[in-house]
């Protein structure tokens, strides 16, 4: 009588396919991952961005003019164009400041941002 115990052939193909699928669906998870961590780092950079070029606007005048001024810049390795929209309120001594960030040459923002510009001191 043989008393031997172990795996058959085709329990070892059993496993080999599960543990393959498991394989398979950690890396789409980390795959899915990278992508979203990518798509994180160019929001914050294009808020820096934003934030950047509404800080220069109210340094260089507290009140600037109405209108729409664009530019581009260089944040971690990549360039960036912006968009600001000066817009008058309803108090003559503050403005509306509307900055859009593009990542290249991208259609939609990756960043917009609103501040408010004034001739008045804050308190």
């Known amino acids: 009588m043989n ?3 172990g795996f058959t052939l085709l329990e ?11 394989l398979l669906a950690l ?15 160019e929001r914050t950079l ?5 934030a950047n070029v509404l800080d220069e606007t109210r340094i260089a005048n507290p009140l600037p003019a109405v209108g729409k001024r664009d530019g581009r ?4 390795n990549r360039d960036w164009r912006w968009s600001l929209q000066v817009q008058a309120t309803d108090d003559a001594d503050m403005r509306r400041l509307d900055v859009q960030v593009f990542a290249g ?3 939609e923002p990756s960043a917009s941002l609103t501040g408010f510009g004034s001739s ?3 308190p």
């Not at 890396?27 to 780092?41: E, I, K, M, P, Y």
């Not at 810049?73 to 971690?76: A, F, I, K, M």
């Open 46 to 50: 294009a808020g820096w961005v934003a």
């Open 120 to 122: 008045q001191p804050s």
């Open 105 to 107: 040459d991208a259609t």
């Open 73 to 76: 810049t260089r944040l971690g």
């Open 12 to 22: 070892v193909l059993i496993a080999l396919v599960v543990v393959a699928l498991a």
């Open 27 to 41: 890396t789409r998870t980390a795959g899915s991952q990278v992508s979203h961590f990518d798509g994180l780092r």
């Open 3 to 5: 008393n031997r115990r």
